[in-house]
């Protein structure tokens, strides 16, 4: 019973921490020093998956030397794999002996004895581990498996919290750089190359093309591109048929790239897409053009990004709806100086 008390109070700290003010850092390692202290523990740590690597880097830990935490990176495809298969968790009895671990050598110079392994899950999808290690040979109760699971379910919440704001801020510092470049030329090619670039360094893709609906050819022609090689970007024209959403005004994400869904399949693969996003360009909810990212990579679009690329897509819009206005003022302009000065002959 005591110990459900001191677990629930833990779990409370961390709610707490996480709702105040917030740094990611402080929650993570507020995280592995509660799991040292409520479970008694020699050491804790919490991995994280790499950004660019199919490895774990330590991102908080406790007890550990700086020896053993800068070991050589844990394969993180292999972890996970283990630990969803034992059911949400792996227990290590003698991590010296145990064939399932790696680095066994470095645990037993370390005075590791036992480990218990929960993930750490944001999204649905597992992004880290959360380990415990004692220094005496140690069976986990069910109980300690269930709060250490409960520790790593508020990392990812606090990593989860922390993507959130990361993305709202650089969402925002996005949409004030895009409306001042929009804002700042009536040149359509130029605003649209600037777009493009700043979407896909922002976002972090491969590639953006942009393309407009010539109503005399019935065809939608490339203004704009970024990222993307001249032999791809020149590969033929763009089928109404595989634009057919977008064209309803309707966005779409396309993961599975096969023969017959797809114009160009032998270009994409080469080109390495794996991954493509089709965002109408919308005037006054007509359709005028299509704005596509592409991905080198599977990947899913959360919901606020995709809302905000909508918005870049919209705005693009009203700018070329500002350009093709100022255009034919000055045209019309133009006519009238031409009309006065017709009159002005006749006398």
């Known amino acids: 019973m005591s110990n459900c008390k001191g677990y629930f109070k833990t779990f409370c700290r961390i709610s707490r921490s996480i709702q105040s003010t917030f740094v990611k850092e402080e929650i993570l390692q507020l995280i592995v020093d509660s799991a040292v202290d409520a479970m008694d523990a020699k050491a804790c740590a919490l991995f994280l998956k790499a950004d660019n690597g199919d490895f774990f880097i330590p991102a908080a830990q406790k007890g550990l030397s700086n020896d053993y935490i800068h070991a050589e990176p844990l394969s993180a495809k292999k972890v996970i794999q283990k630990i969803l298969k034992d059911g949400g968790y792996l227990t290590i009895r003698d991590a010296t002996t145990d064939p399932r671990i790696e680095n066994r050598e470095a645990k037993k110079a370390e005075g590791i004895a036992s480990i218990l392994d929960v993930p750490v899950m944001a999204d649905a999808k597992p992004i880290g581990i959360l380990a415990l290690y004692t220094d005496k040979p140690r069976d986990f109760s069910e109980q300690e498996i269930e709060f250490l699971a409960g520790l790593a379910d508020q990392g990812g919440m606090a990593i989860q919290k922390a993507r959130f704001i990361r993305r709202k801020k650089q969402n925002g510092e996005l949409l004030l750089s895009i409306t001042e470049n929009l804002n700042s030329s009536l040149d359509i090619k130029n605003i649209l190359n600037i777009m493009s670039a700043e979407i896909a360094e922002a976002f972090n893709v491969m590639g953006i093309t942009i393309r407009l609906m010539d109503e005399k050819a019935k065809e939608l022609k490339l203004v704009a591109s970024y990222g993307l090689s001249e032999k791809y970007i020149n590969k033929g024209p763009v089928s109404d048929r595989q634009l057919e959403k977008s064209l309803k005004n309707q966005w ?49 679009f959360p919901d606020d990004m995709v809302s905000l690329m909508r918005s870049l897509a919209r705005l693009g819009g009203l700018a070329i709806q500002n350009a093709a206005m100022y255009l034919q003022l000055k045209h019309d302009k133009e006519d009238l100086e031409k009309e006065i000065w017709t009159h002005k002959s006749w006398f």
């Open 252 to 300: 779409e994400i396309i993961n599975d790239i096969n023969p017959g869904d797809i114009d160009y399949l032998y270009e994409k693969n080469k080109e390495g897409i794996a991954t493509i996003l089709s965002l109408p360009i919308t005037v006054k909810e007509e359709v005028i053009g299509i704005m596509r990212v592409y991905c080198n990579k599977k990947r899913e």
